[in-house]
């Protein structure tokens, strides 16, 4: 039996386990896993589909409105040099760090379905445009477990300096050259009415998507911890010299960002320690996020392995200088209690202002991308045929 066999008959085997485990926790402990399903739908409807569903839309129109190109050619001058990408990438750059996951990572692929950029320019954006948007960093984590406005802005910053940097590791990535340049003259649009109906189907079956990875790692976690897998975790950290208590926030964090983050309220061990572990979470964004990611890549023949790659690497480098950072802050005890007062606030709010407030934001933004189009570039040529960049 040749290795490549035997690999996928342990991988085989090991899924059946998994699912078997999965299934038999279903039964046994019905109870238990709708609570949790219930609650992943609630952080959906309530959280989730008011945050992301404006941005995907933004995202498309964007693309399919031509603006990224005019974007693009503002943006040349810093996307060139620094990440080894044409201009017309700036909107993946930019919605990332503003919208959260996975926004990044979807504009990345528009832009790869509308011949906005090459094969190689979308890899390497990958690896560093999907992050977290500030509202997370600065509500949940940073007022909600450390109850500092300091150590929000401390996550933030190093989280996008880490993006950075990972953008700059990864700028030769698929060897030098391929840059995608915008037309300076005239290029391809598609008329608003065409555009805007495209822009808010696809991004409701994006949210839909997402919703339903939210929703069963709700429910896998659950039945993690109710198996003492932790307990065991904790067990083997506690023989390395390390508080039993990282094993369940380290596992939270690995598989959902928002129960990871939530375990650290507390947690022993100091404050450079908590926040080096939250800014790791951040970095990583947890398993749950990448099926997200994945199911967008799944049809675009793009590389995962460069992006989860480049997203372990944004969690070390962020752990890294958050460090650091922290070290040079005087903040008290963190103050857990205003975590779970916060997410039980998220979970409670009306979705119609939720959805109208994240609306507006997306609005006021379009209108930037719009008055940036009609300053810096001209006039876009409407035509039915496009020609796209070479797919290297």
Same mark, same amino acid.
């Given at each position: 039996?040749?290795?490549?066999?035997?690999?996928?008959?342990?991988?085989?085997?090991?899924?059946?386990?998994?699912?078997?485990?999965?299934?038999?926790?279903?039964?046994?402990?019905?109870?238990?896993?709708?609570?949790?399903?219930?609650?992943?739908?609630?952080?959906?409807?309530?959280?989730?589909?008011?945050?992301?569903?404006?941005?995907?839309?933004?995202?498309?129109?964007?693309?399919?409105?031509?603006?990224?190109?005019?974007?693009?050619?503002?943006?040349?001058?810093?996307?060139?040099?620094?990440?080894?990408?044409?201009?017309?990438?700036?909107?993946?750059?930019?919605?990332?760090?503003?919208?959260?996951?996975?926004?990044?990572?979807?504009?990345?692929?528009?832009?790869?379905?509308?011949?906005?950029?090459?094969?190689?320019?979308?890899?390497?954006?990958?690896?560093?445009?999907?992050?977290?948007?500030?509202?997370?960093?600065?509500?949940?984590?940073?007022?909600?477990?450390?109850?500092?406005?300091?150590?929000?802005?401390?996550?933030?910053?190093?989280?996008?300096?880490?993006?950075?940097?990972?953008?700059?590791?990864?700028?030769?990535?698929?060897?030098?050259?391929?840059?995608?340049?915008?037309?300076?003259?005239?290029?391809?649009?598609?008329?608003?009415?065409?555009?805007?109906?495209?822009?808010?189907?696809?991004?409701?079956?994006?949210?839909?998507?997402?919703?339903?990875?939210?929703? %069963?790692?709700?429910? /896998?976690?659950?039945?993690?911890? *109710? @198996?003492? &897998?932790?307990? #065991? $975790?904790?067990? !083997?950290?506690?023989?390395?010299?390390?508080?039993?208590?990282?094993?369940?926030?380290?596992?939270?964090?690995?598989?959902?960002?928002?129960?990871?983050?939530?375990?650290?309220?507390?947690?022993?061990?100091?404050?450079?320690?908590?926040?080096?572990?939250?800014?790791?979470?951040?970095?990583?964004?947890?398993?749950?996020?990448?099926?997200?990611?994945?199911?967008?890549?799944?049809?675009?023949?793009?590389?995962?392995?460069?992006?989860?790659?480049?997203?372990?690497?944004?969690?070390?480098?962020?752990?890294?200088?958050?460090?650091?950072?922290?070290?040079?802050?005087?903040?008290?005890?963190?103050?857990?209690?205003?975590?779970?007062?916060?997410?039980?606030?998220?979970?409670?709010?009306? %979705?119609?202002?939720? /959805?109208?407030?994240?609306?507006? *934001? @997306?609005? &006021?933004?379009? #209108? $930037?991308?719009? !008055?940036?189009?009609?300053?810096?570039?001209?006039?876009?040529?409407?035509?039915?045929?496009?020609?796209?960049?070479?797919?290297?």
């Amino acid at each position: 039996m040749s290795f490549q066999s035997a690999r996928q008959k342990a991988f085989d085997l090991m899924t059946v386990l998994g699912l078997a485990g999965v299934a038999a926790g279903l039964i046994v402990l019905p109870s238990q896993t709708v609570e949790a399903a219930r609650g992943g739908v609630e952080l959906c409807f309530n959280v989730l589909i008011p945050s992301l569903f404006p941005f995907f839309v933004l995202s498309s129109l964007t693309v399919e409105l031509g603006l990224a190109d005019g974007l693009g050619r503002l943006m040349s001058p810093l996307m060139e040099p620094l990440f080894n990408v044409g201009g017309g990438c700036a909107p993946a750059l930019i919605l990332g760090f503003i919208g959260g996951y996975p926004v990044g990572a979807k504009t990345v692929i528009n832009l790869y379905q509308s011949k906005k950029c090459s094969r190689r320019e979308a890899e390497r954006m990958l690896a560093f445009c999907n992050n977290s948007g500030p509202a997370f960093i600065f509500g949940v984590v940073g007022a909600g477990i450390f109850s500092s406005s300091a150590v929000g802005l401390t996550l933030y910053l190093t989280h996008l300096l880490a993006s950075v940097l990972v953008g700059l590791i990864f700028r030769g990535h698929g060897g030098r050259g391929g840059v995608t340049r915008p037309p300076r003259s005239g290029g391809t649009r598609t008329a608003f009415p065409a555009a805007f109906v495209k822009a808010v189907s696809s991004s409701f079956q994006s949210c839909l998507g997402i919703c339903g990875f939210v929703i %069963f790692f709700s429910v /896998l976690l659950k039945l993690l911890f *109710l @198996s003492g &897998l932790p307990a #065991a $975790l904790g067990t !083997l950290f506690g023989l390395l010299g390390l508080e039993e208590s990282w094993a369940f926030s380290l596992l939270s964090g690995l598989l959902e960002l928002t129960s990871g983050v939530w375990t650290l309220r507390g947690a022993p061990g100091g404050l450079a320690a908590s926040v080096a572990m939250a800014a790791f979470m951040l970095g990583w964004a947890g398993l749950s996020v990448h099926c997200q990611v994945l199911s967008f890549l799944q049809e675009t023949g793009l590389s995962a392995k460069t992006y989860l790659l480049g997203k372990l690497l944004h969690g070390l480098l962020s752990a890294g200088l958050a460090a650091i950072a922290a070290s040079f802050l005087s903040v008290d005890t963190p103050v857990g209690a205003f975590l779970a007062m916060q997410l039980r606030g998220l979970t409670g709010l009306d %979705f119609a202002f939720c /959805l109208s407030a994240s609306a507006v *934001l @997306s609005a &006021l933004l379009l #209108a $930037l991308f719009l !008055l940036a189009s009609r300053l810096f570039a001209p006039a876009v040529k409407k035509t039915g045929g496009k020609k796209g960049p070479p797919d290297v």
